[in-house]
């Protein structure tokens, strides 16, 4: 094991850049970097309208990890597209659309 995950250069997609708010990919990153279980080297979020409210949905699956959050819509605004993939492959993390990948 090399231990901890995410530790090291952090990017994103064209696609991320243009479409999420500098506060919610943030957000995403604290997310991941507070993960208190092992963490998978995928990282699933998924972001639903909830008339007036975000629902950010984060999972993984080894070890199984599920938690959900509720955000203000208004501060952050989703697309179509609203499955995020964030990617750690040893030596950097990618955040990404799931349609990017």
């Known amino acids: ?3 901890r995950k ?7 997609t064209r696609g991320i850049s243009g479409s999420l708010t500098y506060e919610l990919q943030l957000l995403i990153w604290d997310l991941i970097d507070q993960l208190e279980v092992e963490q998978d080297y ?3 979020f998924k972001l639903e ?4 409210e975000v629902k950010l949905t984060h999972r993984q699956e080894e070890p199984d990890y599920r938690k959900d959050y509720i955000l203000k819509a208004k501060e952050f605004s989703i697309e ?3 499955k995020i ?3 750690d492959d040893g030596d ?10």
């Open 42 to 44: 995928l990282q699933v």
């Open 85 to 87: 993939f964030v990617i």
């Open 80 to 82: 179509s597209d609203n």
């Open 6 to 12: 995410f530790q090291g250069a952090r990017y994103v």
């Open 49 to 52: 309208d909830k008339k007036g």
């Open 1 to 3: 094991m090399k231990g």
């Open 92 to 101: 950097y993390s990618t955040m990404m659309f799931a349609s990017e990948y």
